[in-house]
């Protein structure tokens, strides 16, 4: 598993070299970050090497107007925002929050997998992947940092294309590679306010796997698990799930 080679976008990945037992189509789906920052000579790779077609933005309205993707010729792009508000740790933020502002990540994903908003939208974007011709070219879905909303989109996506939960759990974790400098940037930023608030805000800017842990414990505890959770709580039928692996793996 690796970063593609691009300059300006750090966390882009090719969901296809996620399942060790390597039955998922490559260069045809991808994950990452925000593309306010992609070189045009990496933007040019994009189109020219990974024959991306289609960008899906999950970001909210304020986060695109304030770091617009680079318009990149030959590419479509859609929002598909999974919430409308703010909300830190997962949003943009402009400014360092107060002690008491920092979110636990915990509380923050089991707010994503339970509350309506999000499901209703994880499914109109699971849906839409399942509808995407992948013949005119590949996709890729990013928000911002490419962790968190896009890491339980991938987790939901490799689900449904049978890929085993400790590999997603490995790609889930693989942001830290990319991220770890910043944590720490914002550690010693706010250390001398304290070593709980520097320790917590550093942890916002990482993919820890106990986030990852979170969210499957609460969709089993409160859903019967992900199955049923992708089937009756996200609105993904076993048709669209059928149309996804017909599309995405190897024959």
């Known amino acids: 598993m690796h970063n593609l080679k691009l300059k300006g976008a750090k966390n882009t990945r090719d ?18 970050g925000q593309l306010n920052k992609i070189s045009k000579k990496s933007a040019k ?23 617009p993707n680079k318009k990149i010729e030959g590419i479509d792009y859609v929002w598909l925002p999974l919430f409308k508000n703010n909300l830190f740790g997962i949003s943009y933020e402009k400014r360092i929050p107060r002690a008491d502002q920092i979110p636990d990540l915990n509380d923050t994903y089991t707010m994503l997998v339970t509350n309506d908003e999000c499901k209703h939208n994880f499914g109109v974007i699971l849906n839409y992947l399942a509808d995407y011709d992948y013949d ?3 996709l890729l879905f990013h928000c911002t940092q490419g962790k968190d909303r896009t890491g339980l989109v991938a987790l939901f996506l490799l689900y449904i294309l049978g890929v085993d939960l400790d590999a997603i759990k ?25 070593k ?8 916002i ?15 089993n505890e409160n859903y019967g698990g992900l199955d049923k959770y992708i089937n009756d709580e ?7 799930k059928e149309r996804l692996r017909n599309k995405l793996l190897k024959k």
Do not use: M
Not at 15 to 32: A, C, M, T, W, Y
Not at 48 to 58: C, F, R
Not at 170 to 190: C, G, H, I, M, Q
Not at 196 to 203: F, H, Q
């Open 15 to 32: 969901l296809g070299l996620v399942d060790p037992q390597k039955r998922v189509k490559e260069n045809v789906i991808f994950r990452s």
């Open 45 to 67: 790779r994009l189109v020219e090497h990974y024959n991306i077609k289609t960008i899906i933005d999950l970001r909210i309205e304020p986060e695109k107007n304030k770091k």
């Open 136 to 138: 005119k070219g590949a």
């Open 170 to 194: 490995k790609d889930y974790e693989f942001t830290n590679k990319v991220n770890y400098k910043k944590s720490r940037k914002y550690y010693w930023l706010v250390r001398i306010l304290g």
């Open 196 to 203: 709980k608030k520097a320790t917590d805000l550093a942890a």
């Open 205 to 219: 800017f990482l993919a820890k796997g106990e986030y990852f842990d979170t969210a499957i414990r609460v969709i």
């Open 234 to 240: 996200l609105g993904v039928s076993d048709e669209s």
